[in-house]
């Protein structure tokens, strides 16, 4: 127990914890959590605004998927290659992911259209 109480780490989280928690209790000493309210409403309406911008942006990179996918499988079936069964539907996956990203997105930001 002496080693362990003893060792720098020991010491210095010890100090770090204790001006952490100072720090943490002083901040809002009085109880008054408005500037924190005022400060998580500003930052959700502000996400908000972007989320109309990332769904539109969710489907113009599935649509590059689908694009790249399908040139890619037709080099693969020109090429006589044994894997386009799983490129296709990988290629598939990622757009449908991609699609259901995009209608998810808004929902779990309660932004409704």
């Known amino acids: 127990m002496k080693g362990i109480c003893s060792s720098e780490r020991i010491k210095m989280m010890s100090l770090m914890l204790f001006v952490g928690t ?8 009085a109880g008054d959590y408005t500037a ?7 930052v959700t309406t502000e996400i908000a605004k972007y989320v109309p911008y990332v769904v539109k942006l969710c ?3 599935a649509g590059v998927v689908a694009v790249v996918g399908a040139i890619s499988v037709y080099i693969k079936m020109n090429n006589e290659e044994q ?10 996956g990622a757009c ?13 930001f309660g932004v409704t259209s």
């Open 96 to 108: 449908i992911f991609l699609v259901a990203a995009a209608q998810a997105l808004p929902l779990f």
């Open 59 to 61: 489907y113009a990179i």
């Open 36 to 42: 924190g309210t005022t400060a998580l409403g500003t």
């Open 22 to 29: 100072t720090a943490a209790i002083a901040q809002n000493s």
């Open 83 to 92: 894997d386009v069964k799983k490129s296709i539907m990988m290629i598939v």
